[in-house]
Every structure is written in structure tokens, then in C-alpha cells.
């Protein structure tokens, strides 16, 4: 009998030939599922170029009107070369799969993003409206309406730009003023008009680009609730609620998008030239910190948007110029941290796991295979090394990306960024001061001194746990997660960074990395395998022995934490 690995290896080879390109593709490491496409990496063994294959078994098209709506899905991604549209590289197929080579998004979607961060700030949502716009904008003067604009089909590159993705329910206009009347869509974000049959056109994408920005803004999707009837009755009676903490720039254009009469929403290039551009920081870019905590607001004031006409592209269609950052010296006053809920984070992981664990939960080796693994659920920040002198100083550690924390005895906190420039230093009170190394008080002397010779001991001494992570050059924009709070066991030491993480290493270098937020465990087993599972899949599929006793174990210790109050 054959095991789901095995199977896995036959139905997807792991070199994949192109025959009209004479190209080949290399199967690499899995990177997601959604519908009846598994996605991995490959990569191009004449160039080296990696690429996300987007591979569809054939024994899943088994209906024509599947075949129709795939070869649609193709015949319009393919015609399409946009700044903010993911690139299509090529497709063909075998006797077992259909493959598409597609740009790789390797910042995953804006889902995750929302799932970890919650509400953005204005800057960010300006920042990737802007983006979005212009690409939905390109796809409307082709005559495509995309039907399915969501957190989830709008992908991030390595530079947190917007790449519009999934065509799968895009359709093409052949004469002016047609109107389609396939009941299509997500429900957190469809338009009224399709919901009606009453027949639709370029109007519903600018509902769901009105959806997308309130979710960005408040958090939650402006219909949501916990039964679809529900929701669907909301989005029909347009019933939703604008805070009143939203400047009113920001709540004048989700109301314009958000109308019941598509010819009163206005169209992509009017939204272009709305005043929310125009009110407010526009950042020339964002660090890769803010897919998990907001950037420095103190930082991104230095930067405008260019005054000419939003809507302006140049001939190419790309986006247009923005000012670059103006250098700043690093204030000197002291800034309150970001608040978080990190008693709300631990109670929420508490029941996660209470509820996993006593479910009839199958304990069996081998249960979880790659193919099962959540990618898009890994942790973005983790302690790869760290370094105990709390005899004397402190606590030491250093996260995934190279930057390097110390938690001083006294609680108050160091944080060097990876770059080796940018410090942040954290008060008693979490009053935070953004200093340098030749550029600080003297009253951080000692402190400072402390935090190098840590980093130099850690580099020096001691090997990264987890897989490795392609370091960035970090900027002065960025404000990472850091160590809120560390014990030790007689078997294990538990760190809870301020991003609501759950890190436990235990003394047999086993560790598990837990996330409150995407409701998953990244496992480091004993051969130093990295991989995430959501805990729905450990639900339904069951674990190892080790797993099991590992998660028996972080339940137990929140529990304790949560009882101490030490939270």
C-alpha cells in the first residue's frame, strides 16, 4: 500500500516539461492549496528563475463546463502585463496535470496580512489601495471585470507592492454596456446587484474594492456576520457602520463605493483622484515589519505623495513616481508602544488548544505529511537563537531576520534591527525611544554595550534554529515584534513575543512556534523539519506522540501563566 507521500510524488513529478517551450521545471517546496489547484515552487533549471506552479490534476476537470472555466481563467491571465497583476509566464500540460507558471508572490496574500495585523493604519490602506486601484483600473479599460477582488486574490512581492491574482471567476465584456448574470463571488465581498440577478458589470469590482478598504481600515469586513442569510440580507439593505474614529476623507470614499445603485459608485479613475489620496501620508514604501506590527508613524510623516494627478500613469502603465523618504535624525522624545491584547492572545490560544486537544484527537506517526503543511500560516518572526545571563543582565535572543533583543532584568527592553543601526529602546512604563548605536543618551551606555556583546556571542556561539529566512536590509520604518515575556522549566524555555506568538523549545530540540492569530503550530521535530499545520488539520488528521505531548505541554503552561496573572 502506497502512502500519501508516494501518491503525491506520482501525481506531480518532480521535474515538469514544458514541450512547446522545451523549458524545465523543478517541483520545489509546497506552497499552498485553494480549490483544485496545489501551488509550489519551481524553478527554471536553464535560469534558475523561480516561479509558483499552479498545478491542477486532470481527474478533477472532469465536467466540460470545469474545462470551459479553466481554459477562460487562462485565456484571460495570460493576456494581461501589469505592474499589480500577477505575471503570467507560461502554461501546458501532461496526462496527469494542467500547469500554470505564474510570478511568485513570496509575501504571500493580503489575507494573512489581515489576519495577523487586524486593522492597518491609513498610510498602509493608502498605500495599498493606491496599488490595487491601478491594477483594477488596467482590468477595467481591457474590458475585464475580475468578480472575485478580495484579501485573498490581492498577493504581496518582496517589496509589499499588490499583484491582483486568481481569474478564475473574471470575465471579459464583448460590446459596451452588456451585463452578466452569474451568481458569483465571496460573500464577505459580492455586490448587491449579482446577489439580485439584476444583471452586472464594472460596478461590483468597485463594490468589493469598497469591502477591501473597510476591512483594511476597521479590521472586519463591513457585512459580516456569523450566518451567510444574515449577511447577504445586510449587503442587499447596504446596512453596515462607519466608526467614528474614520477621518472623514477615508469614510466619504468607502460611502461612494459602498452605494446599492451600481451607477452611483463611481468609477476606478474617479476614485484615483478622491481626497483620501491626497489628505494623509502617502509612503514611498513599507518595511516588511508591517505585515506583522504598524510602521513607525514618526517616519513615514517624512514621506508626501507627488502632487500630480493620481490617476497619472506613464505609457507603460506603471505606477506613477512618489517622493523618496526625507532623512530624519531619530526624535529624541520618547513614543508609547503600539498597545496590544497579549492577555486577549493568550486566553484565545489557551482555548484553541483546550478545544484541539479534547476533541477525539488520533495519535499516530506519520498522520501529518508535507502536503498538509499551511505555509501561508508560517510564522513570519521567530527566536532563532538565544542566550540566558539573566543571573546578571538579562536575556538575549535573536529573531529569524537577524535582529537582536535583550529583556535587561530591570524589564526594560532592547531591539536592535537587523541593519546593525537602528535601535529601539522599551521602558518600564512601554514607552518606546528610537535611537542608533554611535547616536543615543548616555544613560543607555551600559545597556548598549550590553546588546553588542550579546549579538556578537550569539553570532559567534550559537547555531539558528528553524529554517532559514532571507534577510532584507532593514530601514529606520520598521518596528518589530519583541520578547514581552520569558521563563524557564525544568524542560523547556517559553518565550511570548508581542505579536501574540507562542514560542517553546523544549530541552530534546523539539520546538513548536504558536499563533493565536492563524490558528496554527509550526513543529521543529527532532531532524530540524520546519512545518506549520493549522490546527483544524491536527483536528481532522491526528498528530505524532511528540506533537501531542508538546501541545499538552504549551496547554498546560498557559494555563499557569493565565492563573499568575503574569500576562
Not at 501518491?7 to 509546497?30: C, G, M, V
Not at 458569483?184 to 446577489?195: D, M
Amino acid at each position: 500500500m502506497t502512502s500519501i507521500k508516494e501518491d503525491e510524488k506520482k501525481e506531480i513529478p518532480q521535474f515538469i516539461h514544458d514541450p512547446q517551450t522545451n523549458s524545465t521545471y523543478q517541483r520545489l517546496r509546497f506552497f499552498g492549496k485553494g480549490g483544485f489547484a496545489k501551488c509550489y515552487e519551481i524553478q527554471d533549471l536553464a535560469t534558475n528563475q523561480i516561479y509558483a506552479g499552479k498545478i491542477v490534476s486532470k481527474t478533477l476537470m472532469v465536467k466540460s463546463s470545469q474545462k470551459e472555466k479553466m481554459a477562460q481563467e487562462i485565456s484571460i491571465h495570460r493576456s494581461l502585463q501589469h505592474a499589480h497583476v500577477v505575471g503570467f509566464h507560461g502554461f501546458f500540460e501532461d496526462s496527469l496535470n494542467i500547469y500554470i507558471i505564474l510570478e511568485l508572490c513570496k509575501r504571500r496574500s493580503m489575507m494573512e496580512l489581515h489576519k495577523r495585523r487586524k486593522a492597518i493604519t491609513e498610510p498602509e490602506t493608502r498605500f495599498y489601495m493606491h496599488q490595487i486601484l491601478l491594477g483594477v483600473q488596467y482590468l477595467h479599460r481591457k474590458r475585464i471585470i475580475h468578480r472575485d477582488l478580495k484579501l485573498g486574490n490581492l498577493f504581496l512581492d518582496d517589496d509589499l507592492h499588490v499583484k491582483i491574482g486568481d481569474f478564475g471567476l473574471a470575465t471579459k465584456l464583448e460590446v459596451e454596456g452588456e451585463k452578466k448574470k452569474t451568481l458569483c463571488g465571496t460573500p464577505n465581498y459580492i455586490a448587491p446587484e449579482i446577489l439580485t440577478k439584476k444583471g452586472h458589470s464594472f460596478e461590483v469590482d468597485v463594490w468589493s474594492l469598497g469591502c477591501i478598504m473597510y476591512t483594511l481600515l476597521i479590521g472586519k469586513p463591513p457585512f459580516e456576520t456569523s450566518t451567510l442569510r444574515d449577511t447577504y440580507k445586510r449587503i442587499k439593505q447596504c446596512e453596515y457602520r462607519i466608526p467614528s474614529s474614520l477621518r472623514k476623507p477615508a469614510a466619504s470614499m468607502i460611502v461612494l463605493q459602498l452605494q446599492s445603485d451600481p451607477s452611483l459608485r463611481p468609477s476606478v479613475d474617479k476614485l484615483l483622484q478622491h481626497e483620501f489620496f491626497t489628505s494623509g501620508i502617502m509612503p514611498a514604501a513599507l518595511p516588511l515589519s508591517c505585515l506583522t506590527t504598524a510602521p513607525r508613524t514618526d517616519q513615514l510623516e517624512g514621506v508626501t505623495l507627488n502632487r500630480r494627478p493620481l490617476n497619472e500613469v506613464n505609457a507603460n502603465g506603471n505606477i506613477m513616481a512618489v517622493d523618496s523618504p526625507v532623512k530624519r535624525a531619530p526624535p529624541a522624545e520618547l513614543r508609547s508602544v503600539e498597545p496590544t491584547s497579549h492577555k486577549q492572545n493568550l486566553i484565545a490560544l489557551r482555548d484553541q488548544l483546550a478545544t484541539l486537544l479534547t476533541s477525539k484527537l488520533k495519535c499516530r506517526p506519520e498522520c501529518l505529511n508535507d502536503d498538509m503543511s499551511d505555509p501561508a500560516a508560517q510564522p513570519l518572526v521567530w527566536v532563532g537563537k538565544w542566550v540566558d545571563y539573566s543571573d546578571k543582565y538579562g536575556f538575549g535572543y535573536q529573531l529569524c531576520d537577524e535582529s537582536v533583543g535583550v529583556m535587561f532584568n530591570d524589564t526594560t527592553k532592547l531591539i536592535m534591527l537587523a541593519n546593525g543601526v537602528n535601535v529601539h529602546y522599551i521602558n518600564r512604563q512601554g514607552q518606546e525611544q528610537y535611537v542608533t548605536m554611535r547616536e543615543y543618551p548616555q544613560e543607555l551606555d551600559k545597556k548598549m554595550k550590553l546588546l553588542t556583546y550579546f549579538r556578537r556571542y550569539m553570532t559567534e556561539h550559537l547555531m539558528k534554529a528553524g529554517a532559514s529566512v532571507p534577510v532584507r536590509e532593514s530601514d529606520g520604518l520598521s518596528r518589530l515584534p519583541h520578547l514581552h515575556q520569558w521563563f524557564r522549566t525544568t524542560l523547556a524555555v517559553i518565550m511570548y513575543l508581542t505579536n501574540g506568538t507562542l514560542q517553546i523549545n523544549f530541552q530534546d530540540h523539539t520546538k513548536i512556534i504558536l499563533c493565536p492569530l492563524m490558528q496554527a503550530v509550526t513543529y521543529i521535530d527532532v531532524d530540524k523539519n520546519f512545518r506549520t499545520f493549522r490546527f483544524s488539520t491536527i483536528e481532522e488528521h491526528g498528530c505524532d506522540k511528540k506533537l501531542y505531548t508538546n501541545l499538552t505541554y504549551a496547554l498546560e503552561k498557559l494555563n499557569s501563566v493565565l492563573a499568575n496573572k503574569m500576562c
